[in-house]
């Protein structure tokens, strides 16, 4: 799959793990927190500021990131459901 977000957008899959509660329970999807978990597959250029300079991403590929539940746009590629959101959507970097 080849596919560029344009400026500051990213292009995210799903982080398909079933939720387990402590007891092992594992949690249907209505039943969720809001922030979603997702890998970054494509990130565009960056946001161009007000003076014309275009500001680099923080996010690059293979970073997994926590991003709100409604946030963006959903997308099907490929039989796979993806997600287009906006840098500025992004809650935080997963840490390794």
């Given at each position: ?47 161009i500021t ?47």
């Amino acid at each position: 799959m080849k596919f560029k977000p344009l400026k500051d957008r990213v292009l995210v899959k799903y982080s398909d793990e079933p939720e387990k509660s402590a007891g092992g329970i594992i949690i249907p999807e209505t039943a969720k927190e809001k922030p979603q978990k997702g890998e970054i597959i494509a990130v565009g250029s960056g946001k161009i500021t007000d003076d014309g300079k275009v500001q680099a991403m923080e996010v690059k590929v293979g970073d997994v990131v926590l991003f709100e539940k409604y946030s963006g746009s959903k997308i099907n590629m490929d039989n796979e459901e993806y997600l287009i959101i906006r840098e500025d959507d992004i809650l935080g970097i997963e840490q390794k």
